[in-house]
């Protein structure tokens, strides 16, 4: 399994403004995904980023409030936009294993918006 | 188009007893089924998972899981729990691998007590 880093582990942010979440993998890996998991409720597919081209969203999310970054097959970086208090969650990026069936978590980006 | 259904969103059981967390799936296609687990304050932990291989499959911390075609399930046993058990668990399917994304549907989740 691969191992996975984020940073950061959590933040308290202002209304309006944005942040930026790190996602680090060990090795290199061809799809990336990121979630958001809402308090008390399941995790919510946000995104799917393939390094060299565009992330693909799910309906609901759009690249103007969640742009993503794919600079590499070992990095990734979710930003959240013009952030609200209904933002507050927490963020996951996974990675997909060499094989394609099983995605491996990151410990997850605790999100609090004032 | 794949969903899971996970009943019972609380399972209180005793220390050293039967642990057992329900997951119906729906899948157009022969589903990957997976549990995960998630710890307090920690991201997910893949508990085990199933691929078309042997129906009952065996993941860490004594945990395993048969997938019952006929009743379209995919439940989570474990014999015997433990305090450390106690955490939330997560049922999730996918649709195997495919063109593009390989995305995952997770169910609600269902959180374990272990009573002492």
């Known amino acids: 399994s691969a191992v996975i880093s984020q940073k950061p582990s959590r933040d308290i942010c202002q209304r309006g403004t944005s942040l930026t979440i790190q996602c680090q993998v060990d090795?290199?890996?061809?799809?990336m995904f990121w979630y958001r998991q809402q308090p008390g409720q399941s995790l919510t597919l946000i995104a799917t980023?393939?390094?060299?081209?565009?992330?693909?969203?799910e309906s609901g999310f759009v690249i103007d409030k969640f742009p993503i970054s794919r600079p590499n097959l070992t990095f990734s970086t979710l930003t959240v936009s013009n952030l609200s208090p209904e933002d507050s969650s927490i963020y996951l990026c996974?990675?997909?294993?060499?094989?394609?069936?099983?995605?491996?978590f990151g410990p997850g980006t605790r999100l609090l918006v004032l | 188009a794949q969903s899971v259904t996970q009943l019972g969103s609380h399972v209180s059981v005793s220390e050293g007893a039967l642990v057992l967390l329900r997951c119906n799936y729906s899948?157009?296609?022969?589903?990957?089924l997976f549990w995960y687990v998630q710890y307090p304050n920690q991201g997910l932990q893949l508990l085990l998972k199933?691929?078309?291989?042997?129906?009952l499959v065996k993941g860490i911390n004594g945990f395993e899981a048969e997938f019952k075609k006929s009743e379209t399930s995919f439940h989570l046993t474990k014999p015997s729990a433990h305090m450390s058990d106690a955490a939330e668990y997560f049922c999730?399917?996918?649709?195997?691998?495919?063109?593009?994304?390989?995305?995952?549907?997770f169910g609600t989740g269902t959180r374990l007590t272990v009573i002492p």
């Open positions: 999730a399917v996918s649709v195997g691998i495919r063109t593009g994304a390989n995305n995952l549907f």
């Open positions: 996974s990675v997909e294993a060499q094989g394609g069936e099983t995605q491996y």
């Open positions: 980023a393939n390094q060299g081209s565009e992330a693909t969203y």
């Open positions: 199933y691929t078309s291989a042997a129906t």
């Open positions: 899948s157009s296609v022969p589903p990957y």
């Open positions: 090795s290199q890996v061809t799809m």
